[in-house]
T-cell receptor, first 114, second 116 residues
Framework: AQSVSQHNHHVILSEAASLELGCNYS??????LFWYVQYPGQHLQLLLK??????LVKGIKGFEAEFIKSKFSFNLRKPSVQWSDTAEYFC????????????FGTGTRLTIIP | NAGVMQNPRHLVRRRGQEARLRCSPM?????VYWYRQLPEEGLKFMVY????????ESGMPKERFSAEFPKEGPSILRIQQVVRGDSAAYFC??????????????FGDGTRLSIL
């Protein structure tokens, strides 16, 4: 069965700092990869997704992620964070054989200090 | 365009009572998924339904939990004889029909269930 690891449980950064959140998955076959964000008190929103093609994926709000198949990784990056990026970030994987359930990592809580 | 609607937002039950959580998918979506989020943990898949069919219930506890998605009306997650360990946030997500596994799921605001 597939699994997702997010090693950073809580990250604290100052505004304008660069961000990289790690995500590794374990599955040998084709996968679809997602990053979701959950702002305080709100529902999960899709930041970006990778299905196929260019492994560097650009999402909303200046976020991007790079799929490195050899490392089973899909790290999330942003060159300059803002206070409004304070939220919980979840990496998720979906195995591409018709089963649409998502397997989530445990999440990374990001706190941006003004 | 209304998103995924879940109600109630907060539900309080005493041990032994029943909890019913409702989810109306986005307009045009006929695939529904339920996830549970325990404190300090990520979301865990529970069940995947299409209209009148349970497709995958591999994440559902064997007892007390059931889910349905009738031809008309919202999807219902039902927990009978609730226990303290059922306290969690329950999220519903939906995706379009025929999308296969490369359609992103859209999430509702969740129902926070508290067991006294």
């Amino acid at each position: 069965a597939q699994s997702v690891s997010q090693h950073n449980h809580h990250v604290i950064l100052s505004e304008a700092a660069s961000l990289e959140l790690g995500c590794n998955y374990s599955y040998g076959g084709t996968v679809n990869l997602f990053w979701y964000v959950q702002y305080p008190g709100q529902h999960l929103q899709l930041l970006l997704k990778y299905f196929s093609g260019d492994p560097l994926v650009k999402g909303i709000k200046g976020f991007e992620a790079e799929f490195i198949k050899s490392k089973f990784s899909f790290n999330l990056r942003k060159p300059s964070v803002q206070w409004s990026d304070t939220a919980e970030y979840f990496c998720a994987v979906n195995v591409d054989f018709g089963n649409e359930k998502l397997t989530f990592g445990t999440g990374t809580r990001l706190t941006i200090i003004p | 365009n209304a998103g995924v609607m879940q109600n109630p937002r907060h539900l309080v039950r005493r041990r032994g009572q029943e909890a019913r959580l409702r989810c109306s998918p986005m307009k045009g979506h006929s695939h529904v998924y339920w996830y549970r989020q325990l404190p300090e943990e990520g979301l865990k898949f529970m069940v995947y339904l299409q209209k009148e069919n349970i497709i995958d219930e591999s994440g559902m506890p064997k007892e007390r939990f059931s889910a349905e998605f009738p031809k008309e009306g919202p999807s219902i997650l039902r927990i009978q004889q609730v226990v303290r360990g059922d306290s969690a946030a329950y999220f519903c997500a939906s995706s379009p029909a025929g999308g296969g596994s490369n359609q992103p799921q859209h999430f509702g605001d969740g129902t926070r269930l508290s067991i006294l």
